[in-house]
């Protein structure tokens, strides 16, 4: 996708000249040959959840939101298992390479990919990612699906706010519960605000460069705070891990978990303290002065 919206366009054309962008380069990324299938993956999977924050920026404006964002979140799905195992064999990796290395786990070391589970075979994985494809495509054609309501900029404002109520929502909810669930749905609505506010960064008004950056980082930690519950989950459910394995794994790395988590809480106070109408009122602001200083693409 760009990596600014055109705002010196009409709003309809700029939506529709993003989205387009956003549907050709994730239906690309799967068939780009110069790239291993582990990173065709990946960049996939990455330009979809692109996408879905830019529907959420502009859901006002999309009659058929919900449509969109269910088709490309099941077409992104056909990618997780493999993401999956690839990302376990890469923390267990780390986790063996440690320095000082996790106490307990050193005779672990050598079955990395036994615990990690077994990848899709390249045919297999070939097979999902011409079905990813071809799914981007089906979607892409349905013209009807991605008309542009007849708004104006400002509309972004409501979708900024929105994403930043359901992340600041989550947060508070996993600071009280603690529950992994609670701290994955932060992490996702997390990550798309912090996409939606690169998108808004080259405003003369808009996000600054720093808010951008920490909102990123924040996503980062809830990322790893995901990568080590969803390891942990894979192990309790492997078919023949004794369950000594599992629970010196867990002992081993609960202390990080909880140590990610107090981090995530610390920054996200931060950063998701003010009201939601206080950032909706400032990104429309910014939105109706945006030819004040806005870059064009």
Known sequence: MRTSLLFDRPFEEAVATKLADGLGKAGARAHDEDR??????HRARVAVKELRAFLRLVRPAL???RVLNVGLRDTARRLAHHRDSVVRAQLLTEL?????????????AGRIDELAGPPPSPFEQEALLDAFARDIAALAG???LWRVENRDWTCLA???????????RYMIEAERSGVPNDFHDW????????IQLALLTPLRHGPSEQRCKSVAQLGELLGRHHDFEALADHLANAA??????????????????TGLERTA???????????PGKIRHAIAKALRSRNDGAAAG
């Not at 023949?240 to 978990?257: S, T």
């Not at 809480?265 to 009201?275: D, E, N, S, T, V």
Request: glycine share 8%.
């Open 36 to 41: 291993t299938i582990e990173d065709r993956v």
């Open 63 to 65: 009659r058929y939101y």
């Open 96 to 108: 063996f390479a440690s320095a000082p290395p996790l106490s307990g786990l050193g005779d672990f």
């Open 142 to 144: 349905n013209n009807v």
């Open 158 to 168: 409501d979708g900024v706010a929105l994403s930043y109520r359901a992340a600041r």
């Open 187 to 194: 992490r996702k609505q997390v990550k798309y605000h912090a």
């Open 240 to 257: 023949g891990l004794e369950p000594d394995a599992v629970r010196r794994f867990n002992a081993a790395i609960d202390p990080l978990k």
């Open 265 to 275: 809480i610390r920054l996200g106070g931060m950063k998701f303290r003010q009201p």
